[in-house]
């Protein structure tokens, strides 16, 4: 009989079964990044002057600024000349009107991977906007949201359409200068999803966009903006798959939430990037800034994610806390497989009075993994009664992987209250036995396991993307999950 | 049903069984009894695939296979059920979830179809009211925050709904009082006919008053040094242990 250790290890030593590429023909520009490039994406786009002013403001910044080091991760130095900063399918020019009109393989991919735009079309309650590179393909169920008043649509159309929001809201959030990567996206993002929901609107749907990667050496530089207007609601859940390859992508992109007073914002991620293979070898580096604004008293923004991708995670959503009793939340599951390293978490800035923050945090290590959480609260001087409520866990699997804890409390206001709690363990060989002697088989026992570990966060994810979460995970340790 | 012979079987370089042999025949109930060391855990834990030991000599043939050979879950699939001392808590994993994941489990290793929702349903209501198990406990994850009587109990009631040939109760008297004993036993004692077979496994003859056995056997430094009837347990009530081992040796 083999050890534990070593059958865990044959589990999840599984080959990334999302790993396929579509041939589609793409329009690419030369590598290289000059202020030519952002001119000719800003062309290509035919983008207004203060748009293509803003980018160029955003890389003047970029040039002073140097890549941080202080993650819990390591790789080969980027480079930036190396990277095609735009690529579009051909199909762009004139845009499907209809799924006839889409390209039969880009369909066909997303058939694969198990979410057909055909059934999400029928799939009440989801609208989509698939992200196939850098230009929105398909986009559906425009017009029940516009019934509703809520704005649905790329990032491009939207600085068409609605150049007053845009121009109000973008970086509003996440300045320029806010940090390395997220000035290079300032500079150089090409699309992403623009949702703005009117007062008192609560969205009739749950909003999803389906992103995917899928041009050699490209990077994806996706800009995402979200207004929640005064007494608003709205669900959006952001989930991609990559095929593979043997290139590292990086990916760069930048979310932007705002919470007028009363709002709510609901954002659930499922990531899903290509790993690498077992040595390491491609996967994608996933460099992401993600910050909630609760701007008005009583707003809420609520984080969800799992992640299982990406050969590098660097990725913190928060949560600044300025309107009164406000309410920050970040639920997520981080799972690390083989070389994968991941340094997430998130940080709570807490600025009015009130305010109120809840972090758990669950990290799963596989293989030779590095899984680190870090997170950041902060109780500024203003933040009168304010609290938080942590919680940290870790699972290893195996005996070869890492999982690491950097919690930072910087509290000044003596009337706040913030509570940590970490735990780190193991698959036990008792818990793996037991469920084997009931007649469950291995793989679904460790998968059982981390998937009960990871409950309390699946039970934040809305109803059909905790299946796919549960599958995605699945996927990550065992390959198949029925 | 059940043929072991001359298992030898060692952990960490330690011999702990030194030569078992055993015939369980179907609808028998077989008591091994034996104080503390003397391998009657490490014999459950053998059967049943816990990883960690070393067969070093003998075999153990279930129904013609070999039981050794195979993994815990084919085991399951083939009726062997182990009733834990320590039954395991599971974090996050609710108790019927995973009930119906092992009761499927072991259907399809036997080529049978996956029972539906509801029928899984209409067992698990009337087994959870036989053993007496409480009904809020279904829904909690398993084990976690159980009494010590609810966790025997549990066991039981996993018992009852998965049906074993062969039913491996280690210890399960053991941290259990009067009456919560009596519950389990009783639920023991509705699953037994003329098929379904028991090793109970229990350093206490106590137990041995409410789960009446066929055979009491009596291991000693890893061999069974005695076997006999059910009289034979209440001998070792009133004599103990040492009269035996020392005559053993």
């Known amino acids: 009989m083999a050890s534990n250790a070593q059958d865990i290890e044959k589990i999840v030593d599984r080959q990334y079964a999302a790993g396929f590429f579509t041939e589609i023909d793409q329009d690419t520009v030369p590598p290289g990044l000059d202020t030519d490039t952002i001119r000719l994406i800003s062309a290509k786009k035919n983008e207004p002057e203060w748009m293509l002013e803003w980018r160029l403001k955003a890389f003047a910044r970029f040039q002073q600024m140097r890549e941080p080091n202080w993650a819990h991760v390591s790789y080969p130095p980027i480079d930036l000349q190396a990277i095609s900063y735009y690529s579009a399918p051909k199909s762009d020019k004139d845009r499907p009107q209809s799924l006839d009109e889409v390209d039969p393989k880009l369909l066909e991919t997303y058939e694969k991977l198990g979410i057909p735009l055909e059934e999400q079309k029928m799939l009440a309650g989801v609208a989509v906007d698939a992200v196939f590179d850098s230009v929105s393909v398909h986009t559906t169920f425009r017009d029940k949201l516009a019934e509703a008043g809520v704005i649905f649509c790329s990032f491009s159309e939207a600085v068409q359409e609605h150049p007053e929001l845009i121009q109000k809201y973008l970086g509003s959030v996440v300045p320029v200068t806010d940090n390395y990567y997220a000035a290079l996206n300032s500079a150089v993002f090409t699309d992403g999803s623009f949702v703005y929901i009117p007062k008192n609107t609560r969205c009739p749907m749950e909003l999803s966009t389906y992103f995917r990667i899928n041009a050699m050496n490209t990077g994806q530089f996706e800009r995402t903006l979200v207004i929640a207007d005064e007494g608003s609601y709205v669900s959006y859940l952001e989930g991609c798959t990559a095929p593979m390859r043997d290139e590292n992508q990086l990916h760069a992109a930048v979310v932007e939430l705002v919470a007028l007073q009363d709002a709510e914002i609901k954002y659930s991620t499922v990531q899903n990037w290509y790993p690498g293979d077992e040595e390491g070898r491609g996967g994608i580096y996933n460099f992401v800034t993600k910050r909630g604004d609760c701007r008005g008293a009583r707003s809420k923004i609520s984080w969800t994610q799992v992640e299982t991708g990406s050969a590098i995670t660097w990725k913190y959503p928060s949560c600044v806390l300025k309107g009164e009793d406000s309410v920050g939340e970040f639920y997520s599951v981080a799972l690390t497989n083989n070389l994968q390293q991941a340094d997430t978490g998130t940080k709570m800035v807490h600025l009015g009075r009130g305010t109120r923050s809840t972090i758990v945090s669950k990290g799963i290590s596989a293989g030779r993994s590095q899984n680190a959480y870090r997170g950041l609260v902060r109780i500024a001087p203003g933040a009168e009664g304010a609290r938080n409520y942590t919680q940290c866990d870790s699972l290893l699997l195996g005996d070869r992987s890492a999982a690491h804890t950097f919690p930072y409390i910087e509290c000044r206001n003596p009337s706040a209250q913030v509570e940590h709690e970490a735990s780190t363990s193991k698959i036990s060989d008792d818990q793996l036995f037991y469920l084997r002697s009931r007649g469950i088989g291995q793989e679904d026992a460790v998968n059982m396991i981390v998937n009960g570990f990871c409950k309390e966060v699946f039970k934040e994810l809305p109803m059909e993307f905790a299946v796919e979460a549960q599958k995605l995970l699945g996927i990550s340790l065992e390959g198949a999950v029925g | ?249």
Do not use: C
């Open chain 2, 1 to 249: 049903m059940l043929e072991i012979k001359n298992l030898h079987a060692e952990i960490d370089g330690k011999p702990i069984l030194r030569g078992i042999d055993l015939v369980v025949r179907p609808g028998e109930t077989h008591a091994i009894m034996g104080p503390n060391g003397s391998g009657k855990s490490t014999l459950s834990h053998v059967l049943a695939g816990r990883e960690g030991y070393t067969v070093t000599d003998g075999s153990a043939t279930f129904n013609g296979k070999p039981l050794l050979e195979l993994e815990p879950e084919e085991r399951a699939g083939e009726g062997v059920f182990l009733a834990f001392q320590y039954p395991v808590e599971i974090p996050g994993v609710n108790n019927v979830y995973m009930l119906k994941a092992a009761l499927n489990g072991i259907r399809a290793y036997r080529g049978e179809k996956e029972l539906s929702a509801v029928d899984f349903l209409k067992l698990v209501k009337a087994r959870v009211k036989a053993v007496g198990l409480d009904e809020s406990l279904l829904n909690r994850p398993v084990n976690e925050g159980f009494s010590g009587g609810e966790k025997k109990r549990n066991e039981v009631f996993q018992m009852s709904v998965l049906e074993p040939r062969l039913a491996i109760l280690d210890e399960t008297d053991s941290g259990l009082d009067i009456d919560a004993l009596k519950a389990v036993a009783e639920g023991v004692n509705a699953l037994r006919d003329e098929e379904r077979s028991f090793i109970v496994v229990t350093h206490y003859q106590r137990l041995l008053d409410y789960i009446v056995p066929d055979y009491v056997h009596v291991l000693s430094k890893g061999r069974i040094i005695k076997s006999g009837g059910k009289e034979l347990a209440h001998e070792l009530e009133a004599r103990g242990y040492d009269w035996l081992t020392s005559e053993a040796a």
